[in-house]
């Protein structure tokens, strides 16, 4: 199997910076795109930032020029940098992987379990 470990969040003030780490782990034999998303309470799940495995990157719009996707291909690790945060990012955010497993000929979607980032002073 392929885990996906989110970690980072927590309470900031507006303004504040956070960074959220997603670590993969298991029988991975390669990992396409990262990405993360967020999810706000009654609000469906939204993309937030993507990477690819060659560093490309697309953010929407909402976070650009504010957030920062980032991985370490070596480590099958990718951050999100979250600076001048604002009430309206607050969201649980998940990480998601595209991922192909040792012996397997398909890519499929892996997700953390979700970390909580909440904006307020």
């Known amino acids: 199997?392929?885990?996906?470990?989110?970690?980072?969040g927590g309470l900031?003030?507006?303004?504040?910076?956070l960074r959220l780490?997603?670590?993969a782990s298991g029988s991975i034999f390669s990992i396409n795109a990262m990405?993360?998303?967020?999810?706000?309470?009654?609000?469906?799940?939204?993309?937030?930032?993507?990477?690819?495995?060659?560093g490309s990157t697309n953010y929407v719009d909402s976070v650009k020029g504010r957030f920062t996707i980032s991985r370490d291909n070596a480590k099958n690790?990718?951050?999100?940098q979250m600076n001048s945060l604002k009430p309206e990012d607050t969201a649980v955010y998940?990480?998601?992987a595209v991922a192909k497993r040792w012996y397997?000929?398909?890519w499929r979607d892996y997700w953390g379990q979700g970390?909580?980032?909440t904006v307020s002073s």
């Open 1 to 8: 199997q392929v885990q996906l470990v989110e970690s980072g």
């Open 35 to 54: 990405g993360w998303y967020r999810q706000a309470p009654g609000k469906q799940r939204e993309l937030v930032a993507r990477i690819t495995s060659g």
């Open 94 to 96: 998940y990480c998601k």
């Open 77 to 80: 690790t990718a951050y999100l």
């Open 21 to 23: 780490s997603c670590a």
């Open 115 to 117: 970390t909580q980032v």
């Open 12 to 17: 900031v003030q507006p303004g504040g910076s």
């Open 104 to 106: 397997s000929s398909s």
